[in-house]
């Protein structure tokens, strides 16, 4: 596709209900990112993919978190049992074989609020 | 130490005016360090980056200022625009991309060029 594909753009959930968030990577691109800005905050690092294989996955907060990457293209980032503290907003990058963090494209992100 | 620590949250100037936001790290190790700009709705976009092994660049009215010694680089927008109003991030990351795929960003500054 012409960029990085997020959806949904905004999800409103209650506090103990898990959700889905997608990301369609550019096409091509074998690398992966996962990222959550919160309000006030920097980008914080989730997971990082290569392929369908997850070498970091070293930010994400909490085992109630999980992320899989199918056909080296979709990745679904799962939070379940959601907790207030879960706002934020999500974005997905990608990135070309052997750019790895030069070659970032960032999507627009999917805005999730716990209420 | 993997920190970067970025000031001020939030910066207003009038059109044509030169806006300097600025970032500190710890960690010696970083050795590529990119500006992103972000607008209402959109993913964060790479704005313009630079190693250590220079003290400044330019990219049209974007320049990053590097200073090794002191651990600091800052953004400078030269004639800046209504349109220039968004969000900035510093980043910083290390191992040329291959050792590792994440950046580490500061938590943004707010800018707003007034007409």
């Known amino acids: 596709g012409a960029g990085v594909s997020q959806s949904p753009s905004n999800k409103v959930t209650e506090k103990g209900k898990d959700v889905e968030l997608r990301c369609d990577p550019i096409s091509g691109h074998t690398a992966l990112y996962w990222y959550r800005q919160s309000l006030g905050q920097g980008l914080e690092f989730l997971i990082y993919f290569q392929g369908n294989s997850a070498p970091d996955k070293s930010g994400l907060p909490s085992d109630r978190f999980s992320a899989e990457r199918t056909g080296g293209s979709v990745s679904t980032l799962t939070i379940q049992r959601t907790q207030q503290e879960d706002s934020a907003v999500y974005l997905c990058a990608s990135s070309p074989p052997g750019q790895g963090i030069y070659g970032y494209t960032f999507g627009s992100g999917t805005r999730l609020t716990v209420v | 130490q993997q920190q970067v620590k970025q000031s001020p949250q939030s910066l207003i100037v009038q059109k044509g005016g030169i806006p300097i936001i600025n970032c500190a790290y710890e960690?010696?190790?970083?050795?590529?360090f990119p500006w992103y700009q972000q607008f209402p709705g959109k993913g964060p976009a790479l704005l313009i980056a630079?190693?250590?092994d220079v003290s400044e660049k330019k990219e049209g009215r974007f320049t990053i200022s590097f200073n090794k010694s002191a651990k600091q680089f800052s953004l400078h927008i030269m004639d800046s625009q209504p349109g220039d109003s968004a969000t900035y991030f510093c980043?910083?990351?290390w191992g040329g991309g291959g050792a590792t795929n994440k950046l580490i960003f500061g938590t943004g500054t707010l800018l707003a060029v007034q007409p």
């Open positions: 960690n010696t190790a970083f050795d590529y």
């Open positions: 980043a910083a990351s």
């Open positions: 630079i190693r250590p």
